[in-house]
């Protein structure tokens, strides 16, 4: 089974960044596509972006531009680098391998002034 540690996740002004990791352990990490959601208060879980094994990514469209995800196989982490952060960007971000069930305790990011 495989085990997912989010981290990154703070307090940031609207305009600002955050960097979000996510580790994972108990796989062989390098063949898998990768995922963050995000779920704000009161809302469902959402897809934010994703990156395949090959490297090519694809992103929700209210993210596109300002958002990147990347991933290190080496150290079985896969990076979301949020920039120019809006309000509506708070939520709780959880990485997700879709060939699982389970999910990481996730990492808050609260974008406020």
């Known amino acids: 089974q495989v085990q997912l540690v989010e981290s990154g996740g703070g307090l940031v002004q609207p305009g600002g960044s955050l960097r979000l990791s996510c580790t994972a352990s108990?796989?062989?990490?390098?063949?898998?596509?990768l995922t963050w959601y995000r779920q704000a208060p009161g809302k469902q879980r959402e897809f934010v972006a994703a990156?395949?094994?090959?490297?090519?990514?694809n992103y929700v469209d209210s993210v596109k531009g300002r958002f990147t995800i990347s991933r290190d196989n080496a150290k079985n982490t896969v990076y979301l680098q949020m920039n120019t952060l809006k309000p509506e960007d708070t939520a709780v971000y959880y990485c997700?391998?879709?060939?699982?069930?389970?999910w990481g305790q996730g990492t808050q990011v609260t974008v406020s002034s």
């Open positions: 990156i395949f094994s090959s490297g090519s990514t």
């Open positions: 997700k391998i879709p060939d699982y069930n389970n």
């Open positions: 108990g796989i062989i990490f390098s063949i898998y596509t």
